[in-house]
């Protein structure tokens, strides 16, 4: 199994930037698309950004041109930038990691098997 380990949550205003971290321990990390979900209290969790083994990203619409997820396979970790933050972004975020290959990564939260423990964004 692989272990995720996120950090570099924490609390900022609005229009401010965070960039949140997640170190994976497998030694073939670099096969697993990897997805940053996150889940506000009252609300359901939502995938946020993902990333396939290849390189491909998605995003959803309420993100789109504010955050941007990336991948550094040589220091086994995954990383998303949070640019122009909203008060609606505030939410535990977490990393997640699929063994499955995929034209395109999912946003659903079905398709991941591996999780982190989260890590809390607040933006007021």
């Known amino acids: 199994d692989v272990q995720l380990v996120e950090s570099g949550g924490g609390s900022v205003q609005a229009g401010g930037s965070l960039r949140l971290s997640c170190a994976a321990s497998?030694?073939?990390?670099?096969?697993?698309?990897m997805a940053w979900f996150r889940h506000a209290p009252g609300e359901e969790r939502e995938g946020a950004a993902a990333?396939?083994?290849?390189?491909?990203?998605v995003y959803t619409d309420a993100v789109e041109g504010r955050f941007t997820i990336v991948k550094d396979d040589a220091k086994n970790s995954l990383y998303l930038h949070m640019n122009s933050l909203k008060p609606e972004d505030t939410a535990m975020y977490y990393c997640a990691a699929s063994y499955a290959s995929f034209i395109l990564p999912p946003l659903r939260h079905s398709e991941y098997t591996y999780w982190g423990q989260g890590t809390q964004v607040t933006v007021s």
């Open positions: 497998k030694y073939r990390y670099t096969s697993y698309c």
């Open positions: 990333i396939s083994s290849s390189g491909r990203t």
